[in-house]
């Protein structure tokens, strides 16, 4: 990806407190993400996600993430928490993601076996764009484990994030590498799960804009 003028969106996912999430936004991130699906740790209840969607700033998008949840339950999330971006990472189909009215991600596991961007694409052509993480299918993210990032396919037709394993020590190598159109974390950032760490997440904020600002570029965003 040609990196003149870009700033790579960062998302922090799996909030549980109010607290973290008014300070998230205030060190810049894109996107705050709310996890629904029962295997996590860091599920809440959508009231719990209504209550801690009022700390969000302007402009920050409020993303909910799901994995095999029922039609009922996703449509119970998105009436009472208000979404802008939805995030499957189950077996959910392109019927099934689309059925909401909203723009969604698709996480793909990039275990031992790469999916052909073709067939991503074929797959889920109502998607906004891939999640690219490093669980199994089925799983939901924060399992603090990486993958190859060289393996990711370079002729994607629509924009990807990257997850799995990022942490603010390793997190300016994964962009400069991958080059991804966002970057999502959850357990990097985290002193326990669904708990983050302010600290933790400045770096992490920091070590991007420091990745985005690399004379690699052709004209830094810094």
Sequence with gaps: MNRTLFRTRIKFCGFT??????????????????????????????????????ALAPLVDAVALFADNSLDEVRDVVRQVRPSLLQFHGSEDDAFCRSFGLPYL????????????????????GAAGFLLDSHVQGGQGGTGKTFDWT?????LQKPYALAGGLTPENVFDAVITATPWAVDVSSGIESAPGIKDGDRMRRFVEEVRRADCHTDSAVPVC
């Design 106 to 125: 698709k996480a793909v596991p990039m275990g031992d076996e790469i999916q052909a961007p073709h067939y991503l694409q074929l797959r889920w052509p």
């Design 17 to 54: 407190r109010p607290g973290d999430v008014r300070l998230a936004c205030e060190l810049g991130v894109d996107g705050i993400g709310f996890v629904f699906s029962a295997r996590s740790p860091r599920r809440i209840a959508p009231e719990e996600a209504r209550a801690m969607r009022q």
């Design 151 to 155: 393996r990711i396919p370079r002729d």
